[in-house]
C-alpha cells in the first residue's frame, strides 16, 4: 500500500475512533494527516469509503491480536484445554480496556452511526463480530457438536459484547474479568 494511502487509513482510525465517525470531519483528517484533499480523493472517493478501509484495519489488528493471544495461550501447559483458550480472550479485553487507545469498540460505535442493516459500513461491522465468534468457536470444535459448539461461541460471544459496552458506557474497566468468570461457568457446565 502507498505510504500517503496507509498514512490516512491511520490517522483517520484514530479519529473516529476517538470521535466517533459523523463527528470526524475530512477537514480535520487533512489537517491531522498533513495530506491534501486531492489526495484523500485519489485514493478515496468518499468518507464512507475511507470508513470502510479504516475498519478494514482495525479488523485485521483485532483478528491478529486476538488468535496471537490463543495461540500463545496454547503453547502453556493448559494448551489442551480449549476452555482457556477461550477465556484468555477475556484477558485480552481487560488489557484493552486499561489502555489509553479504549474508546470503545469501533465497529459498535459506527454500527449505531450507521443503523441501516443493509448500509455496507453496518454490514462490514456485522461481519467483524461474527469473525470474532467464529474464532471463538474455533477453539471449542473439538469439545463438542456443531450445533453444541455454535451455541457456546454465541454466548460467550454476547459476554464480550457485554464486557465491551459495560467497559465503554458505564467505565466498568474490570468488566471483561467479571465476564471472563461467567463465561468459565457456561463453558465448565453446558454440554
Partial sequence: MQPRKQHLIDTALILFNKYGYHATGIDLILAESGVSKATLY????????????????????????????VEGNKQSPKNNDPVENVLVIFDNLSEWFNSETFFGCNFINVSAEY???????NIF?????QVIVDIIAAQLATKATDK???????????????AIVMAHTRGMKQSALIAKEMARIILKTQP
Fill in 115 to 121: 443503523a441501516d442493516s443493509n448500509h455496507p459500513i
Fill in 42 to 69: 485519489k485514493h478515496f472517493r468518499s468518507k464512507e469509503e475511507l470508513i470502510l478501509a479504516a475498519l478494514q484495519l482495525r479488523h485485521e489488528q483485532v483478528v491478529s491480536k486476538l488468535k496471537d493471544k
Fill in 125 to 129: 461491522a456485522a461481519k467483524h463480530k
Fill in 148 to 162: 453444541a459448539t455454535q451455541k457456546k461461541a454465541d454466548q460467550i460471544g454476547l459476554l464480550v459484547e457485554g
